[in-house]
């Protein structure tokens, strides 16, 4: 009696886990998004429960969900394959930078401590999110990084900020929707005479209705007018498996790390979700893309990236970057 109660309950779990899993390819809503982000870890339950199943019943019908679990790993190994960079041939004469993007979290005490951090990085880009910890640090850190948008350049919050060690031309701050202002950036930069387009934006999240979808949406147009490589960073509040997040890949060329790492919640990693992203259009190829192992106080973990650009000469750019 009891066995058969907990394969039933089993076999419950793992058909929901299935059509849970399934959903974000039938439906366009915000339920389906938010879901669409949590398939990974859908498909894995979906094929726990299905082998438990098969182990506690020892039936051959029970191989059918173990069956569809199997699918629904296929499907979401192929939704990352699909929006990961190709690989390229070693090049010596590739300029890499390193990039560092962080959401700070506003109510951060430890502003000084992630300064200090930022300045011994030594990096090349940095985009911070939620920056006000480091409102008081900024006269410090514009010794090793003296070019910066944000928090009282172009805009006076201190939300969204870039900092750089190349200068930031025809920078803006904008905005993708009406729940948020000024979370998305773009500024043109030159790295060795190769132009490159620098992007940082900050989502809303998935559940808050279909604003997420919207300001992906705002953010494709204008990047679909954008040529050559571009580097793209940010929190997305959502996984690269969110249908929203798969149309936004596919329409404007950007790609991802193949393994991207987790960044929420910081008090359990092993099991949370990759929502702050480093996205590069080629020729910009992600070489190393590493969490960084202290969140220092914040909810998010950030992302550290070295970046390759071919020399203009190799790049087979023309025209600006930033060019409209």
Same mark, same amino acid.
């Given at each position: 009696?009891?066995?058969?109660?907990?394969?039933?309950?089993?076999?419950?779990? /793992?058909? #929901?886990?299935?059509? $849970?899993? *399934? !959903?974000?390819?039938?439906?366009?809503? @915000?339920? %389906?998004?938010? &879901?669409?982000?949590?398939?990974?870890?859908?498909?894995? /339950?979906? #094929?726990?429960?299905? $082998?438990? *199943? !098969?182990?506690?019943?020892?039936?051959? @019908?029970? %191989?059918?969900? &173990?069956?569809?679990?199997?699918?629904?790993?296929?499907?979401?190994?192929?939704?990352?394959?699909?929006?990961?960079?190709?690989?390229?041939?070693?090049?010596?004469?590739?300029?890499? &930078?390193?990039?560092?993007?962080?959401?700070?979290?506003?109510?951060?005490?430890?502003?000084?401590?992630?300064?200090?951090?930022?300045?011994?990085?030594?990096?090349?880009?940095?985009?911070?999110?939620?920056?006000?910890?480091?409102?008081?640090?900024?006269?410090?850190?514009?010794?090793?990084?003296?070019?910066?948008?944000?928090?009282?350049?172009?805009?006076?919050?201190?939300?969204?900020?870039?900092?750089?060690?190349?200068?930031?031309?025809?920078?803006?701050?904008?905005?993708?929707?009406?729940?948020?202002?000024?979370?998305?950036?773009?500024?043109?930069?030159?790295?060795?005479?190769?132009?490159?387009?620098?992007?940082?934006?900050?989502?809303?999240?998935?559940?808050?209705?279909?604003?997420?979808?919207?300001?992906?949406?705002?953010?494709?147009?204008?990047?679909?007018?954008?040529?050559?490589?571009?580097?793209?960073?940010?929190?997305?509040?959502?996984?690269?498996?969110?249908?929203?997040?798969?149309?936004?890949?596919?329409?404007?060329?950007?790609?991802?790390?193949?393994?991207?790492?987790?960044?929420?919640?910081?008090?359990?990693?092993?099991?949370?979700?990759?929502?702050?992203?480093?996205?590069?259009?080629?020729?910009?190829?992600?070489?190393?893309?590493?969490?960084?192992?202290?969140?220092?106080?914040?909810?998010?973990?950030?992302?550290?990236?070295?970046?390759?650009?071919?020399?203009?000469?190799?790049?087979?750019?023309?025209?600006?970057?930033?060019?409209?």
């Amino acid at each position: 009696m009891i066995m058969t109660l907990l394969s039933t309950l089993i076999g419950v779990c /793992a058909i #929901l886990a299935l059509l $849970l899993g *399934l !959903l974000p390819s039938l439906a366009d809503n @915000w339920p %389906a998004a938010f &879901l669409g982000g949590i398939r990974a870890h859908l498909a894995a /339950a979906a #094929l726990l429960f299905s $082998l438990s *199943l !098969l182990f506690l019943a020892r039936s051959a @019908w029970l %191989a059918l969900p &173990l069956a569809a679990s199997v699918m629904m790993c296929l499907w979401v190994w192929h939704l990352n394959e699909r929006t990961s960079q190709s690989t390229i041939m070693a090049e010596q004469d590739r300029r890499r &930078l390193k990039v560092i993007e962080f959401n700070i979290l506003r109510t951060n005490r430890n502003g000084a401590e992630i300064a200090r951090w930022l300045e011994e990085a030594d990096a090349d880009i940095i985009y911070t999110l939620e920056s006000r910890p480091l409102a008081d640090e900024l006269s410090a850190l514009s010794k090793v990084y003296p070019y910066r948008a944000g928090c009282g350049v172009l805009v006076s919050a201190c939300d969204m900020m870039v900092m750089s060690k190349f200068p930031l031309d025809r920078a803006q701050f904008g905005s993708m929707g009406r729940l948020y202002h000024n979370r998305f950036f773009q500024a043109a930069i030159s790295v060795n005479g190769t132009p490159l387009t620098i992007v940082a934006m900050h989502l809303a999240k998935p559940y808050f209705d279909v604003h997420q979808s919207k300001e992906l949406r705002s953010a494709a147009a204008r990047l679909k007018k954008i040529e050559g490589p571009i580097i793209v960073a940010g929190d997305f509040n959502s996984s690269l498996l969110s249908p929203d997040i798969q149309s936004f890949l596919m329409q404007t060329g950007l790609r991802s790390y193949w393994d991207e790492p987790r960044t929420w919640p910081v008090n359990a990693p092993a099991l949370g979700l990759p929502i702050d992203h480093i996205f590069v259009r080629s020729p910009a190829y992600i070489e190393r893309l590493d969490r960084i192992e202290d969140n220092m106080g914040s909810n998010h973990y950030g992302l550290e990236a070295e970046v390759s650009l071919p020399s203009l000469a190799d790049s087979g750019i023309s025209r600006p970057a930033n060019s409209q």
